[in-house]
């Protein structure tokens, strides 16, 4: 499978993997550890998300090719 061909949705599925061995290191060490760790994996997929995911429209360019 090539990476182009993955969607912004298949790969946050991929990337909620990583919540395992966050999980994994709250329960076997600190707990408050774990959580501050499964968060920061959140806010991360959150972003990267949001940055990969298409946009719609021309980004207010003009029929000629130039901003206006």
């Avoid at 395992?20 to 550890?33: C, I, M, Q, R, T």
């Amino acid at each position: 499978m090539a990476f182009e061909s993955l969607t912004p949705r298949r790969a946050l599925i991929v990337g909620l993997l990583a919540l395992l061995p966050v999980s994994w290191y709250g329960l076997a060490g600190s707990l408050s550890a774990g959580v501050v760790s499964a968060i920061n994996v959140l806010i991360i997929l959150t972003c990267l998300f949001i940055a990969f995911t298409p946009v719609e429209g021309h980004h207010a360019h003009g029929s000629d090719g130039s901003s206006s």
